[in-house]
């Protein structure tokens, strides 16, 4: 292969958070992206995601901070109440002293503004192609670079494949394999217009509800005039991993027993998608030779800690930097990309399914859940929190 990393191509498989941010990150070293998107037009579906100052600091290294600062909110705290008795149990200040400890702010944002964040800088990029509506098939790794098949016979070729393509990924299955779990763990998310948001609730904050088997979540989006409403329960059926329409019904029937305050949430919304969700155990490699992975295509993971995204963003940032480090070789890039990501990623991965459980808890457990950060301070929670809020682009390269 060239040395010139102006002349490396590489295929990036998916057009959500990660594709992007990965396309983005490697024209930065110089190499032409060809990503190759299945939906008809590049887009995102959902409501609201939350960002951590890792997750800003990834979107700085970008290029898309600033426009991505425009359209989220900015939090004054992390709080989790009890759903059953409606105790506060925690409550993390996310203020001036936060945002000077990790270098950054904690934001909330609606899925589809950070993807048209990064999608702004992506389409001013020249060295970017993109080609939609293309359902990929095959992938085949070859000595000298990579050929990757859509279901209409088209042949694309390049330098190297970068897998995107989420927790279903073509390209995971066709080199390393599928190996996603459906958790039991069903995800009901909506919109709330501010004006049938109840005023109580109305906290400039994630604000989560912690109950027996299930919880809830709220924060506001778009400057205040929406609110983002997460609903999560332990199915009581065998789920396949999807995405649907949902029903109150549903919802109402597995919050029982849950205080008033929080309840009242669940009539609000006019409708709901509901999401079946899957995450994975973590594996000792993403990839071989002129392959890798990035983002749920990578470490799907649940949504109890909030860092899917940010996850991927990083990826894409440490992505970039391991070309830098080795100039046109892609092969040691990704070896290298790998070593860095796969521990701190499975990291994140059991951290949050140990996160699902704390707030899942019920009986003794509850009691010991609202215990744990009695007393602590500020301090101690930021502490607590570094080894993830701490990343940065100048770090990347280092495990944490």
């Given at each position: 292969?060239?040395?010139?990393?102006?002349?490396?191509?590489?295929?990036?498989?998916?057009?959500?958070?990660?594709?992007?941010?990965?396309?983005?990150?490697?024209?930065?070293?110089?190499?032409?992206?060809?990503?190759?998107?299945?939906?008809?037009?590049?887009?995102?579906?959902?409501?609201?995601?939350?960002?951590?100052?890792?997750?800003?600091?990834?979107?700085?290294?970008?290029?898309?901070?600033?426009?991505?600062?425009?359209?989220?909110?900015?939090?004054?705290?992390?709080?989790?109440?009890?759903?059953?008795?409606?105790?506060?149990?925690?409550?993390?200040?996310?203020?001036?002293?936060?945002?000077?400890?990790?270098?950054?702010?904690?934001?909330?944002?609606?899925?589809?503004?950070?993807?048209?964040?990064?999608?702004?800088?992506?389409?001013?990029?020249?060295?970017?192609?993109?080609?939609?509506?293309?359902?990929?098939?095959?992938?085949?790794?070859?000595?000298?670079?990579?050929?990757?098949?859509?279901?209409?016979?088209?042949?694309?070729?390049?330098?190297?494949?970068?897998?995107?393509?989420?927790?279903?990924?073509?390209?995971?299955?066709?080199?390393?394999?599928?190996?996603?779990?459906?958790?039991?763990?069903?995800?009901?998310?909506?919109?709330?217009?501010?004006?049938?948001?109840?005023?109580?609730?109305?906290?400039?904050?994630?604000?989560?509800?912690?109950?027996?088997?299930?919880?809830?979540?709220?924060?506001?989006?778009r400057g205040g005039?929406?609110?983002?409403?997460?609903?999560?329960?332990?199915?009581?059926?065998?789920?396949?991993?999807?995405?649907?329409?949902?029903?109150?019904?549903?919802?109402?029937?597995?919050?029982?027993?849950?205080?008033?305050?929080?309840?009242?949430?669940?009539?609000?919304?006019?409708?709901?998608?509901?999401?079946?969700?899957?995450?994975?155990?973590?594996?000792?490699?993403?990839?071989?030779?002129?392959?890798?992975?990035?983002?749920?295509?990578?470490?799907?993971?649940?949504?109890y800690m909030a860092?899917?995204?940010?996850?991927?963003?990083?990826?894409?940032?440490?992505?970039?930097?391991?070309?830098?480090?080795?100039?046109?070789?892609?092969?040691?890039?990704?070896?290298?990309?790998?070593?860095?990501?796969?521990?701190?990623?499975?990291?994140?991965?059991?951290?949050?399914?140990?996160?699902?459980?704390?707030?899942?808890?019920?009986?003794?457990?509850?009691?010991?859940r609202n215990l744990?950060?009695?007393?602590?301070?500020?301090?101690?929670?930021?502490?607590?929190?570094?080894?993830?809020?701490?990343?940065?682009?100048?770090?990347?390269?280092?495990?944490?």
């Amino acid at each position: 292969m060239s040395g010139q990393k102006a002349k490396q191509k590489i295929i990036v498989v998916g057009g959500g958070i990660g594709g992007l941010a990965a396309a983005l990150s490697l024209t930065r070293q110089g190499i032409e992206v060809l990503l190759l998107e299945q939906a008809a037009q590049i887009g995102e579906i959902g409501a609201g995601i939350q960002l951590g100052p890792n997750a800003f600091n990834a979107l700085d290294a970008l290029g898309a901070g600033e426009a991505t600062r425009q359209r989220a909110v900015f939090t004054d705290h992390i709080i989790m109440m009890d759903a059953v008795d409606g105790a506060e149990v925690v409550r993390i200040e996310t203020d001036d002293k936060f945002r000077q400890r990790f270098g950054g702010a904690y934001g909330v944002i609606h899925r589809a503004d950070i993807h048209l964040s990064i999608l702004e800088a992506v389409q001013h990029d020249p060295l970017i192609q993109f080609k939609t509506s293309v359902h990929v098939n095959d992938v085949k790794i070859k000595a000298d670079g990579v050929e990757v098949t859509d279901t209409n016979g088209n042949v694309y070729r390049a330098d190297a494949v970068i897998g995107c393509d989420g927790t279903k990924s073509v390209v995971r299955e066709k080199t390393i394999g599928r190996h996603h779990t459906v958790t039991g763990h069903v995800v009901y998310r909506a919109v709330v217009d501010v004006e049938n948001m109840p005023k109580d609730l109305q906290v400039n904050a994630p604000m989560l509800w912690a109950g027996p088997r299930c919880h809830l979540v709220h924060y506001p989006l778009r400057g205040g005039q929406q609110y983002n409403l997460v609903v999560t329960f332990h199915s009581r059926n065998q789920e396949e991993w999807g995405v649907t329409d949902g029903s109150k019904e549903e919802v109402l029937s597995y919050f029982e027993g849950i205080h008033p305050r929080p309840r009242q949430m669940l009539d609000r919304p006019t409708s709901w998608r509901r999401w079946a969700t899957a995450d994975a155990d973590p594996v000792d490699e993403w990839g071989t030779g002129l392959c890798t992975l990035l983002g749920d295509a990578a470490h799907p993971m649940a949504q109890y800690m909030a860092q899917g995204a940010c996850m991927a963003l990083e990826d894409a940032v440490t992505l970039g930097e391991a070309v830098a480090r080795c100039p046109g070789d892609l092969d040691a890039a990704f070896r290298l990309y790998e070593s860095i990501r796969v521990p701190r990623t499975a990291r994140v991965v059991w951290s949050t399914r140990e996160m699902g459980r704390i707030y899942h808890a019920k009986g003794v457990e509850r009691t010991v859940r609202n215990l744990l950060w009695k007393g602590k301070t500020q301090e101690q929670f930021y502490s607590g929190l570094e080894w993830l809020y701490g990343w940065r682009k100048e770090n990347c390269l280092e495990p944490r």
